[in-house]
Protein backbone atom coordinates (compact mmCIF):
# COMPACT_ATOMS: atom_id res chain seq x y z
CA UNK A 1 0.00 0.00 0.00
CA UNK A 2 1.36 3.60 -0.92
CA UNK A 3 -0.01 7.15 -1.28
CA UNK A 4 -1.23 5.94 -4.92
CA UNK A 5 -3.97 3.81 -2.69
CA UNK A 6 -4.92 6.93 -0.03
CA UNK A 7 -5.75 9.13 -3.57
CA UNK A 8 -7.66 6.32 -5.07
CA UNK A 9 -9.45 5.44 -1.66
CA UNK A 10 -10.38 9.67 -1.39
CA UNK A 11 -11.36 9.87 -5.11
CA UNK A 12 -13.35 6.86 -5.24
CA UNK A 13 -14.81 7.74 -2.09
CA UNK A 14 -16.31 11.33 -2.65
CA UNK A 15 -19.94 9.90 -3.45
CA UNK A 16 -20.90 8.73 -0.12
CA UNK A 17 -23.35 10.52 1.69
CA UNK A 18 -24.75 7.71 3.79
CA UNK A 19 -24.61 9.36 7.14
CA UNK A 20 -26.35 12.06 6.09
CA UNK A 21 -30.08 12.50 5.92
CA UNK A 22 -30.17 8.81 7.33
CA UNK A 23 -33.26 8.16 9.53
CA UNK A 24 -31.40 5.92 11.76
CA UNK A 25 -28.88 8.42 12.40
CA UNK A 26 -30.09 11.13 14.64
CA UNK A 27 -28.71 13.90 16.35
CA UNK A 28 -31.56 15.74 18.90
CA UNK A 29 -34.10 14.27 17.16
CA UNK A 30 -32.91 15.27 14.01
CA UNK A 31 -30.80 13.71 10.93
CA UNK A 32 -27.51 15.12 9.80
CA UNK A 33 -26.77 17.26 7.06
CA UNK A 34 -23.99 17.46 4.62
CA UNK A 35 -21.43 20.55 5.62
CA UNK A 36 -20.56 22.96 2.62
CA UNK A 37 -17.36 20.83 1.96
CA UNK A 38 -18.45 17.59 0.49
CA UNK A 39 -16.97 14.35 0.62
CA UNK A 40 -14.62 12.77 2.24
CA UNK A 41 -11.52 15.12 3.56
CA UNK A 42 -8.21 13.75 3.78
CA UNK A 43 -5.77 14.76 6.66
CA UNK A 44 -2.11 15.05 6.85
CA UNK A 45 -0.59 12.15 5.40
CA UNK A 46 3.15 12.71 5.13
CA UNK A 47 5.40 12.20 2.11
CA UNK A 48 6.74 9.61 3.39
CA UNK A 49 4.33 7.76 5.72
CA UNK A 50 3.99 4.64 3.47
CA UNK A 51 8.67 3.97 3.60
CA UNK A 52 8.29 4.57 7.42
CA UNK A 53 10.17 2.47 9.93
CA UNK A 54 7.89 3.49 12.55
CA UNK A 55 4.34 4.31 11.17
CA UNK A 56 1.98 6.81 13.50
CA UNK A 57 -1.52 7.71 12.51
CA UNK A 58 -3.39 10.09 14.87
CA UNK A 59 -7.09 9.07 14.70
CA UNK A 60 -9.68 12.29 15.09
CA UNK A 61 -13.27 12.28 15.11
CA UNK A 62 -14.37 14.03 12.12
CA UNK A 63 -13.69 16.84 10.35
CA UNK A 64 -14.78 20.27 11.42
CA UNK A 65 -17.34 22.29 9.29
CA UNK A 66 -16.64 26.40 10.73
CA UNK A 67 -14.95 29.38 8.84
CA UNK A 68 -11.60 27.80 9.56
CA UNK A 69 -12.41 25.16 7.10
CA UNK A 70 -13.74 27.28 3.99
CA UNK A 71 -15.09 25.35 0.72
CA UNK A 72 -13.10 26.76 -2.20
CA UNK A 73 -9.73 25.08 0.10
CA UNK A 74 -11.23 21.73 -0.51
CA UNK A 75 -12.35 22.24 -4.24
CA UNK A 76 -9.81 19.59 -5.44
CA UNK A 77 -11.77 16.84 -3.71
CA UNK A 78 -14.29 16.90 -6.51
CA UNK A 79 -11.70 18.16 -9.49
CA UNK A 80 -9.69 14.59 -7.87
CA UNK A 81 -12.44 12.27 -8.11
CA UNK A 82 -13.67 13.41 -11.60
CA UNK A 83 -9.60 12.86 -12.94
CA UNK A 84 -8.78 10.63 -15.82
CA UNK A 85 -5.16 10.04 -15.10
CA UNK A 86 -3.27 9.35 -11.77
CA UNK A 87 -0.82 12.11 -12.65
CA UNK A 88 -3.86 14.60 -12.20
CA UNK A 89 -5.15 12.97 -9.10
CA UNK A 90 -1.95 13.83 -7.52
CA UNK A 91 -1.67 17.07 -8.61
CA UNK A 92 -5.34 17.32 -7.04
CA UNK A 93 -3.89 15.29 -3.73
CA UNK A 94 -0.82 17.82 -3.36
CA UNK A 95 -3.32 20.57 -3.07
CA UNK A 96 -5.66 19.04 -0.74
CA UNK A 97 -2.04 17.91 1.66
CA UNK A 98 -1.03 21.99 0.83
CA UNK A 99 -4.41 22.83 2.32
CA UNK A 100 -3.75 20.92 5.57
CA UNK A 101 -0.46 22.34 6.13
CA UNK A 102 -1.82 25.86 5.94
CA UNK A 103 -4.74 24.79 7.81
CA UNK A 104 -3.00 23.31 10.56
CA UNK A 105 -1.60 26.48 12.39
CA UNK A 106 -5.07 27.85 12.80
CA UNK A 107 -7.31 24.80 13.51
CA UNK A 108 -6.89 25.75 16.91
CA UNK A 109 -4.42 23.94 19.26
CA UNK A 110 -3.83 21.32 16.77
CA UNK A 111 0.07 22.77 16.07
CA UNK A 112 0.62 23.07 20.31
CA UNK A 113 -0.72 19.23 20.90
CA UNK A 114 0.06 17.36 18.07
CA UNK A 115 3.15 19.03 16.64
CA UNK A 116 4.93 20.64 19.67
CA UNK A 117 4.01 18.72 22.84
CA UNK A 118 3.08 15.40 20.97
CA UNK A 119 6.24 15.78 18.81
CA UNK A 120 5.15 15.11 15.50
CA UNK A 121 6.67 18.26 13.87
CA UNK A 122 10.28 16.86 12.91
CA UNK A 123 8.17 12.96 12.12
CA UNK A 124 5.64 15.38 10.35
CA UNK A 125 6.46 14.04 6.97
CA UNK A 126 6.50 10.30 8.19
CA UNK A 127 3.14 10.80 10.64
CA UNK A 128 -0.75 10.60 9.48
CA UNK A 129 -3.55 11.49 10.49
CA UNK A 130 -7.87 10.80 9.58
CA UNK A 131 -10.95 10.96 11.24
CA UNK A 132 -12.95 7.96 12.17
CA UNK A 133 -16.39 9.49 10.50
CA UNK A 134 -14.60 10.99 7.32
CA UNK A 135 -17.22 13.96 6.02
CA UNK A 136 -17.87 17.05 7.49
CA UNK A 137 -21.31 17.60 8.69
CA UNK A 138 -23.08 21.20 9.35
CA UNK A 139 -23.17 22.23 12.92
CA UNK A 140 -20.05 19.80 13.41
CA UNK A 141 -22.73 17.32 14.11
CA UNK A 142 -21.69 13.81 15.08
CA UNK A 143 -23.04 10.69 16.72
CA UNK A 144 -21.96 6.87 17.52
CA UNK A 145 -23.82 5.40 14.91
CA UNK A 146 -22.10 8.08 12.72
CA UNK A 147 -19.03 7.90 13.47
CA UNK A 148 -19.58 3.42 13.84
CA UNK A 149 -21.39 3.69 10.25
CA UNK A 150 -18.87 5.38 8.93
CA UNK A 151 -16.02 3.14 9.94
CA UNK A 152 -17.64 -0.28 9.36
CA UNK A 153 -18.60 1.35 5.35
CA UNK A 154 -15.43 3.25 4.87
CA UNK A 155 -12.79 4.60 7.31
CA UNK A 156 -11.86 0.72 7.75
CA UNK A 157 -10.57 0.69 4.59
CA UNK A 158 -7.83 3.92 5.12
CA UNK A 159 -7.02 2.33 8.24
CA UNK A 160 -6.03 -0.75 6.95
CA UNK A 161 -4.41 0.97 4.09
CA UNK A 162 -2.30 3.37 6.64
CA UNK A 163 -1.52 0.30 8.69
CA UNK A 164 0.38 1.92 11.58
CA UNK A 165 2.26 0.71 14.12
CA UNK A 166 1.30 3.50 16.60
CA UNK A 167 -2.36 4.32 16.61
CA UNK A 168 -3.35 7.14 19.28
CA UNK A 169 -6.94 7.77 19.84
CA UNK A 170 -7.49 11.35 20.03
CA UNK A 171 -10.66 12.97 21.44
CA UNK A 172 -13.21 11.51 24.18
CA UNK A 173 -15.47 10.40 21.44
CA UNK A 174 -12.66 8.57 19.41
CA UNK A 175 -11.90 6.75 22.25
CA UNK A 176 -15.44 5.60 23.11
CA UNK A 177 -16.35 4.27 19.83
CA UNK A 178 -12.40 2.39 19.76
CA UNK A 179 -13.21 0.17 23.03
CA UNK A 180 -15.12 -2.56 23.97
CA UNK A 181 -16.23 -1.12 26.79
CA UNK A 182 -16.53 2.57 26.66
CA UNK A 183 -14.56 4.33 29.67
CA UNK A 184 -13.79 7.74 29.73
CA UNK A 185 -10.85 10.48 29.73
CA UNK A 186 -11.28 10.84 33.20
CA UNK A 187 -11.18 7.53 34.14
CA UNK A 188 -8.39 6.40 31.48
CA UNK A 189 -6.10 9.03 32.83
CA UNK A 190 -6.55 7.63 36.50
CA UNK A 191 -3.62 5.39 35.83
CA UNK A 192 0.12 6.69 36.09
CA UNK A 193 3.35 6.15 34.88
CA UNK A 194 5.01 6.01 31.51
CA UNK A 195 2.93 3.93 30.07
CA UNK A 196 0.15 5.22 30.69
CA UNK A 197 -1.56 6.25 27.72
CA UNK A 198 -0.91 3.46 26.56
CA UNK A 199 -4.21 1.02 25.73
CA UNK A 200 -3.92 -2.97 26.20
CA UNK A 201 -4.97 -4.38 22.79
CA UNK A 202 -7.66 -6.63 24.41
CA UNK A 203 -9.77 -3.31 25.12
CA UNK A 204 -10.26 -2.32 21.44
CA UNK A 205 -12.34 -3.44 19.28
CA UNK A 206 -12.11 -6.05 16.93
CA UNK A 207 -13.38 -4.06 13.80
CA UNK A 208 -10.65 -1.78 14.04
CA UNK A 209 -7.81 -4.17 15.39
CA UNK A 210 -8.24 -6.82 12.43
CA UNK A 211 -7.53 -3.58 10.11
CA UNK A 212 -4.08 -3.57 11.25
CA UNK A 213 -1.29 -5.99 11.58
CA UNK A 214 -0.60 -7.91 15.48
CA UNK A 215 1.96 -5.95 17.16
CA UNK A 216 0.12 -2.60 16.48
CA UNK A 217 0.60 -0.27 19.77
CA UNK A 218 -2.66 1.59 20.72
CA UNK A 219 -2.71 5.02 22.52
CA UNK A 220 -5.28 7.69 23.94
CA UNK A 221 -4.92 11.46 24.23
CA UNK A 222 -7.13 14.22 24.46
CA UNK A 223 -8.53 16.73 21.64
CA UNK A 224 -6.92 19.76 20.26
CA UNK A 225 -10.58 21.19 20.36
CA UNK A 226 -11.18 23.12 24.36
CA UNK A 227 -7.58 22.66 24.64
CA UNK A 228 -6.85 21.42 28.55
CA UNK A 229 -3.86 20.90 30.61
CA UNK A 230 -4.40 17.31 30.70
CA UNK A 231 -4.61 16.62 27.00
CA UNK A 232 -0.70 17.90 26.97
CA UNK A 233 -0.14 16.12 29.53
CA UNK A 234 -1.44 13.25 27.55
CA UNK A 235 0.72 13.92 24.54
CA UNK A 236 3.82 14.67 26.46
CA UNK A 237 3.54 11.09 28.68
CA UNK A 238 3.10 9.56 24.52
CA UNK A 239 6.15 11.06 23.50
CA UNK A 240 8.18 10.07 25.97
CA UNK A 241 7.63 6.67 25.14
CA UNK A 242 6.61 5.94 21.89
CA UNK A 243 9.26 7.21 19.70
CA UNK A 244 11.95 5.35 17.83
Not at 61 to 72: R, V
Not at 104 to 131: C, Q
Not at 139 to 163: A, H, I, M, R, V
Request: proline fraction near 4%; glycine fraction near 6%.
Amino acid sequence: MGKLDAINFFSSNYPCTKCFNNQKILKSGKKLELADVRGPQPRWIGDRYFDSTQKICVMLINPGSGDKTPENEWAPLKKMHFAKTHKDKEVFWNELMDTNKNGMPKWGAWDDLYLKTLGLNKRKDSVAFMNMMLCASKGNSYTTNSLDLCFSEQSNKLLSLLSPDILIFSGAQTIKNALKKPQSLTELRKKGGSKSRELNSVLIKDSIKNCLHKNTRFYFMGHYAYIKKEDHEDARIIASTVYN
